[in-house]
């Protein structure tokens, strides 16, 4: 931890493998081109009074993406220890400087000196004590940026294969069938979700170089090394997502095999509610009120442990006891905008719902 304070950079990102081309000049906001040669590396030993000797080094990429690597020597084991994190990086000409920035907003702000080396002039949230100016010195080795960060994102899984959506930059990265995927899988399956809908997720990864699927080319994947945690209905800002989920969510009765549902004066509309917590679900059928639970792991959707009152009402009684056939055939869901389609175990829809009130 006092490594990390006598650090200059403490904050990290993680952007696109392929925003920009290699290639493509960097530019800020006024057409202007950052001076820099792109991809680079810039290393500076950290002065810092009460730590051990520590350097930094960080590797700026054409696509805004920055790595930072922070090795010190254990003064007791003589051991190097390192710490590594990953940012976004942005030019701004005015002023001529590089900004770093992290999820939780902490900034760096970095002068492009006339020879083109970058002087630490101000870290925000007390990361670096602003006396502390130093140069990073450019270093022609080849960028490297195989370590171990923390990083945050919106994951989604279809057709075997995960996606992970970085959250400042809205990279999407395919995610590597290696270390702890098996570990974000198995949590992602096990989360009531829409389909394929994307789900926040923490997580301790690398980024792999690897040939695309189906061809010569390579792109970057993400390795799950740690399965950190899952954080279902909520967005990359930390605040409820506005995306329609399956639970924590009414849903309406408007169709069953494949006709509209006509409600006569004194019906009410059939609906199921389904909530996040226990897995529980309640409704009405038509005529009576029924309460249970339900199963979703992947695509696969059960109502289950169903109760109801079964009371005779004048009319909404051949309506309820369609819909409960329905509720027992389901197998399977799609939600496609903001209908919910019930489906058996052959993909054959049984039921549409609509999203809303009751």
């Known amino acids: 931890m006092q490594i990390l304070t006598c650090l200059l950079l403490t904050l990290f990102i ?8 290699e290639h493509t ?23 810092c009074h009460d730590c051990p000797p520590t350097t930094a080094s960080l590797t700026l990429r054409p696509d805004a993406l920055y790595f930072l690597r922070v090795t010190s020597t254990n ?24 900004l770093l920035t992290t999820y939780d907003n902490v900034a760096g702000t970095l002068l492009i000196t006339p020879t083109n080396n970058l002087r630490v002039v101000k870290v925000s949230g007390g990361i670096i004590p602003p006396y502390v100016n130093y140069d990073l010195i450019r270093d022609d080795s080849k960028p490297g940026y195989d370590d171990v960060v923390r990083i945050k994102g919106m994951y989604s899984y279809m057709a075997d294969a995960g996606r992970f959506t970085e959250c400042l930059t809205d990279a999407t990265f395919p995610v590597a069938m290696e270390a702890e995927n098996a570990a974000l899988e198995q949590a992602y399956m096990n ?8 789900i926040l997720v923490t997580l301790e990864a690398r980024l792999k170089s690897r040939h695309r699927m189906g061809g010569l080319r390579y792109e970057e994947a993400v390795v799950p090394v740690r399965f950190i945690n899952i954080r279902p209905g909520i967005a990359c800002d930390g605040k409820k997502s506005s995306r329609l989920r399956l639970v924590d969510n009414t849903w309406r009765l408007i169709e069953m095999d494949g006709k509209p549902i006509n409600l006569d004066e004194v019906q009410s509309n059939p609906f199921v509610h389904l909530q996040t917590k226990g897995n529980r679900m309640n409704g009405f059928a038509g005529c009576n009120r029924f309460f249970g639970t339900y199963l979703v792991k992947g695509e696969i959707f059960f109502f289950n ?6 009371l005779a009402c004048v009319s909404g009684m051949e309506m309820e006891d369609s819909f409960f056939k329905v509720l027992s055939a389901t197998e399977g869901y799609r939600i496609e905008g903001e209908i919910l389609e019930l489906r058996d175990r052959n993909g054959k829809v049984l039921a549409r719902l609509h999203a809303g009130g009751t």
Do not use: M
């Open 14 to 21: 993680l952007l696109p493998g392929c925003a920009q081309q």
């Open 25 to 47: 000049p960097v530019t800020d906001e006024t057409g202007t081109v950052c001076p820099l040669p792109l991809p680079t590396v810039y290393v500076a030993d950290i002065p």
């Open 75 to 98: 003064p007791e084991t003589g051991a190097e220890e390192s710490k590594a994190e990953i940012g976004v990086w942005k030019f701004v000409s005015v002023g001529n400087t590089i």
């Open 191 to 198: 989360t009531p979700h829409g389909q394929a809908e994307p």
């Open 305 to 310: 442990k169903r109760v109801s009152r079964r």
